[in-house]
C-alpha cells in the first residue's frame, strides 16, 4: 500500500491547498467564537486545545477518515491485547499491560502475562517497602539513601522525568542520580556527592550488552569494592538476560524486563518501577500508574472523533506530511517538567523515524520529525523569535493550573509568578496564530503559526501517568498512521557496527602500545578513521 | 536585494541539483583519499572537517562566490571596528571588542570604549579577587561559597554553558546557580541547598524590565532580608539601568553592561564576566577570554577559502536552503559540554530566525533553522534513529582528544571509555555519509546524511573560549549570508505585548478578588483568553 495513492491522502493534499489560503489565516479561524468549543476536549485526565491549529471541520473529517482507512484504533486494541504488533521482531508491546488494573487476563503463547507482571509489581513493592522501612540495608549496616541508576536512552529519559516531575513527592532523603554518560567525568561528578556506604545502584539492561551500561556498571563495582565490604548488596539489577544477571546485585535484588516491553516504552514496567518506587515510595508509583491506565482507556475506548492522544497524532502528521514543517517544539509552563521533553524526544524520534513501512517496503519518503523544546517562559528567551519572525514550526504547550504548594511565591507587576508564567502561557499561542501586523517588516509578525494547549489540573503522581500515557498513545498513533514499526529500532544498527570494527582497531592498538608497534591490521579501516585513530593516540 | 536573483545563488541552485543525484552520494565524495585533506582546516585553536558535508569542489567555490558578493568578510571586520551593524537599533556590536588584547583602539561617537572594557575589567578583577581573598564577605562574616546568577535567555544560557564546561577549574569550595525560571519550584530548590550567610546573588537585566528577572530577584531580596542583617551586602548587579542599579547591591557592586553588546553574545563581558571570574577565578576567565580572542583573530583575517567559521555559515546555509533540511543537530562527545547546545540553540535561532532583511524589506522566505543536540552517546539512544532512517538533518559532531584528568576510569571490551566514546564519534559520521545496505528495507541504510566533525584539543578556558567565539562567527557570518540583522530580537515582543494585557487583566481580577467581582475590563479580551484566565481563577 502507498500512503500517496489513498483517496483519504490525497483529499488532504486538497486541504493543505484550501489551509494554505489567506483567508484561512488563523486569525480569522480563532475570530469564530464557537472555535475554543469545538476544537477541544477533555478525557483521561486532561485538556487538549487545537483551536491553534490550522485545520477547519472539513480537514478535520478528511483526518478522521484517513484514521478509519488505516484502521489505527483498531491496531492499538490489538495492541492493548496482546497481539505481536511489533512485526519486524515478532514481538507483542504490551507497556498498556504494565499498568492495566482491570483484572482482565492477557493471552500469550498460553499463558496469561499479567500474572507474570502483577508478580513482578508484587517484588518491586516488597523490594522498595524493605528498603524504606531499613529491613534492607548497606553492607555496613546504613540505610539507602542515594539511588544511581545506570542505563541509556529507554532505560534513562523517561524514568528522569517522571523522578524530576514528582520529586516533591520523593522519599524524605533519598536522592536519585543517574548515570549515562560514557564520559567518566559524569562518573566522578555523582560519586563525589554521594555516601557509597549508603549507596543502591541500579543497573538497567535488557541485553547486559550495552556498551555504556556495562562500561558504567563494572566501573561502579570497582569503586564499591574499594568502599564497602559486601558491595554485591548494593547492586539491583533489571534486565532481561537471566544468565549474567547474577553479575549485579544478588537474585531477590534482580528484576525481570520482558521482551514485550520496549525501552522506551517501559517507565511503567520494571525499568523505571523499581527506581521510581525506591525513591518515590510504592504507593506513589501506584497512583502514578493509575494515571497512565486512565489515559489508556480513554485512548483505547474513546471514539476516534473525541480521542485526544489519536487527534493529536492526525494533527502531527497533518503538520508534518501536509503543511510540511520540519520540527516540533514542545513547552512545558512548569519547572518540574524539565524531562519531558529529553523523554518525548526519544519517544518519538525514535518510534516513528523509519524509512520502512510495516509491510517491509521502502517508503516514499521517510517518517518523522525533530522534536525539541525547553520549559517557558526559558523558551521565549531562547527561541521563540524563530518561532514567531523565522521559519515556522509547531508548538504544543502545557500547562498546569495549580501548582504544587510554594513556601516562596514571588509577584510582580500585582499578579503572583504562577499567574505570570499563565499570562504567558494563555498570550503565546494567540499572538502566533493572530500576528501583528506593523508597517515596518523588522516589526510585522504574521502569524498563522500553529500550536495545541495541554492543561492538567495539578501536579500528581496521576497527571503525570496521565501525560506520558498520552505521548505513548499519541506517538503510536502516528506510527500506525505513517505505516511505520513503532517498536523497532535499527536505525541504530549501523553506527554500532561501524563504532565495534573501530573500537576492535583501537584494541589491538591498545596492545601493541608496549612494544611501540601501531599499524593498521584491517584493511576496511579506511583513511578517515586512521585519520582520527591518529588523532586519539598522538594526545594519549 | 532580492537573494534568489543573485547569479551566485541561482548557480547553488543548479549545484543543489547536481548534489542531488545519485552519483554525488557521500558513499562515492568520501571514497576519494584526498577528500578529508581537502576538506578540512584547521585554525584558531580547532580542527574542522567537512568532508561529510553533501559539497564538492565546484558548490564550495559558488558558495565563496556568494560570500564574495555578499562582502560577508568585510561586514564581519566592520563589526569588530565598531560600526553601527545592528541597524535596526543603531547600535554597534562589540562582543570581539570585550575579549580584544591587541591593544587597538576602537572609536565610537569619538571615545575610545577599549578604555571603558578595561576599567571594567579592573573592576571586576578587583571584585573578584576581593571576594575569594575574603575581602569581601557576607554580612555576618561568612566568606562567600555559593554564587546565584539571576538572569534569562542571553544573561543565562552562555554562562551556565561555560561554567559546566570548566567547572573542574572551579574555585575550591565554590558553588554556581542559576534561577532563571519563574516557576517558584525553582527557587526552592536553589535556596534549599545554599547557606544564606554565604550566598551572593549576581542579578543581570539590561533595562532591569525583565520580568522574571525582576519577579526572582524581588523574591532573593524578600528572602534574604528574613536570612541576614544587612542583605544588600549579597546583591551584585549587572545592568545598563543605572538609575535603578541601587536596588540591588551596593554601587560599587554594579557592574556596566554595554548597549553595544547584545545579550546573547554577553559571555565575554561584564554579564558573563562578573559570574565566572566568581566561580572560576579572574586567572581562568582571561584565558577563556585569550580563546575566544584567538578565534576573533581567526575568524577575522582568514582568507574566505580558509576561514573556518565562515564556511561552517556557508555550509549552514546551503543546508538549510539549498538542500532543504529542517533543523541542525549538535552533538558533543564530552559530558561537561552538556551546555552547549542551549547556548547555541539561543545563539542561532534569535539571531538569524528573521523575516525582514537588513534593507528593512520583507524576505521571501523567513530565515533560519531549528537547532537542537544533546551530549553523545545519549544522543546516539535518543534520536539517532531518525538520523540513521528517518526524515535527514545535518548534525555537527564535536570531539575533545584529551578527557580532563580522571580519577575513574572506566574500560570495556579492551578500550577506555574515552576511546569508546572516539570509537562513536569516529563511526557516526562515517555509517551517516555512507549508509549500509541491506536486502530488508528495515535494516536498510540510505546514507548521504550529512555532518561536520570539530576537534579540540583538550578541556581547557582557551579552548572553551575558541568554541564560544567559533559558534558567535558562524552565526554572525550565517546572518550577513541571509542579509538578517543578527543582533535585534524584535520577535519576541508580539507575544511579550499580548501578555501584558493578559497581565492587567489578571491583576485587576487579584484587585477585585475580596469583593468577588470577577468581570472582564477590556473588551480586547477576547474568548480564548477568558476561557484560560478563568480555568486559573478556579485553580486558586
Redesign the interface.
Known sequence: MRLRELPEWQKLAQCAARMSRDETHLKYL?AD?Q??NEFSLKGGGL?YDF?RQRVDKKTMEHLFDLGRALRIDGQFRAMTQGERINV?ENRAALHTASRDFTNRPIIMDGRDVTLEIKALGKKIKCFADDVHEKRIVGSTGKPFRHIVVIG???S??GTEFVAKALE?FGTPGMSIHFL?????????KI?SSIDPEAALWVVISKSFKT??T???A??AK??MKQKVPDCDAHFVSITAAKDTENDFGPPDQSFHMFDFIGGRYSVTSAAGGVPLSLFLGHDIFQRFLKGAHDMDLHAQNAPLDKNIPLIAALISVWNTVFLK???LGIIP????LSGLC?HI??LH??S?????DID???MD????????G??G??A??????????????PMEFIGI????H??????????S????????????P???AQ??PNH???????GNRPSS?I?I??LSPETIGGLLSFYEAKTVYEAFLWRV?PF????????????????DE??RR??KKEGGHLEIHRPET????K???D??F???
Not at 180 to 188: I, N, P
Not at 417 to 428: P, R, S, V
Not at 526 to 529: D, S, Y
Open positions: 480563532t467564537a472555535r475554543l485538556f483551536s519486524t541509556i536512552g529507554g534513562h529519559f516533591m549515562s554518560s560514557l564520559d567518566s567525568y559524569h562518573f566522578e560519586v556498551v555504556e556495562l562500561a558504567n563494572r566501573l570497582e569503586f514543517y520540519g520540527a509552563y512548569a519547572a518540574p529529553p524526544r526519544q524520534m525514535e516513528v523515524g523509519k524509512s520502512a517491509g517496503a521502502m519518503e521517510p517518517a518523522g520529525t525533530v522534536v525539541f525547553e520549559p517562559t526559558n521565549q528567551h531562547s527561541f521563540f523569535q524563530l518561532a514567531h519572525q523565522g521559519k515556522p514550526f493550573i495549580k501548582p504544587w510554594q513556601t516562596y511565591s514571588g509577584s510582580c507587576h500585582g499578579v509568578n504562577h499567574q505570570e508564567l499563565w499570562a504567558n502561557l494563555i498570550a503565546q494567540i499572538a502566533l500576528g501583528r515596518d517588516p523588522a516589526r510585522s509578525f504574521s494547549t492543561i489540573d495539578e514499526n523497532d529500532q535499527f536505525g541504530v544498527e549501523s553506527g554500532k557496527k561501524t563504532a565495534s570494527g573501530i573500537r583501537i584494541r591498545n596492545e579506511g583513511a578517515i578513521e585519520f582520527y585513530m588523532m586519539l598522538q594526545g594519549e
